[in-house]
């Protein structure tokens, strides 16, 4: 049917997320997703849309990914603009979009990685970054989907609303890890 504007929100202490149940995407494939989201601060919060190999515990200033994954972040406490994101090891790399992030500003992002491991965010249709394959998990890591906020160094309201998320994979394709 109809889609719509679905908000997460923290309560002010844990973050909120909504996560895929079945881990599918690894770099064994080319995967990505298509998303149209906004934030609805632009300080005190921490933002991500894309791909973890598992969201921790519920706790106050908990990050989204617990060792792997691939977002497009917001983390005010890192710089004022979006990010392209990857984890390997619990080793963070950010990139930086260029983009500012505006509260209540939706933005079309489209965050793909190669089999090569390479991962690259477009925003609303411009290349925005690239990462290093270096950067991108390995293609036994099994990830699964994300959408997640949390605010960060005050205790208010973190309020992410997602209008579209539209994963994509392409299966048997051959890799290096």
């Given amino acids: 049917g109809d889609g719509g504007i679905r908000r997460i929100q923290t309560n002010s202490v844990n973050p909120s997320f909504i996560k895929g149940v ?14 149209r989201w906004a934030s609805q601060e ?10 973890v190999d598992d969201v921790p515990a519920s706790a ?3 990050l989204p990914y617990t060792n792997e994954g691939v977002l497009v972040m917001q983390d005010t406490a890192v710089m004022a603009n979006y990010m ?3 984890i390997v ?5 950010d990139v930086d979009s260029g983009v500012a992030i505006a509260s209540t500003e939706f ?6 990685t190669a089999p090569t491991k ?7 249709g411009a290349l925005r970054a690239t ?14 989907k994300v959408v997640y906020t949390d605010n960060i160094g005050a205790a208010v309201n973190s309020r992410l609303d997602i209008d579209c998320f539209k994963p994509t994979a392409s299966r048997n394709t051959a890799v290096t890890p």
Avoid: C, W
Avoid at 22 to 35: I, L, N, R
Avoid at 42 to 51: C, L, T, Y
Avoid at 131 to 144: E, I, Q, V
């Fill in 131 to 144: 990462s290093a394959a270096a950067n991108g998990p390995l293609a036994a890591t099994k990830l699964r």
């Fill in 89 to 93: 090891g619990g080793a963070r790399v």
């Fill in 22 to 35: 079945q881990a599918s995407y690894s770099a064994a494939m080319g995967y990505g997703v298509y998303s």
């Fill in 84 to 86: 392209l994101t990857t």
């Fill in 42 to 51: 632009d300080a005190n919060s921490r933002k991500a849309v894309g791909f």
């Fill in 118 to 124: 390479v991962a690259t965010l477009t925003i609303d």
């Fill in 60 to 62: 106050p200033n908990s």
């Fill in 107 to 112: 933005h079309q992002t489209e965050l793909r």
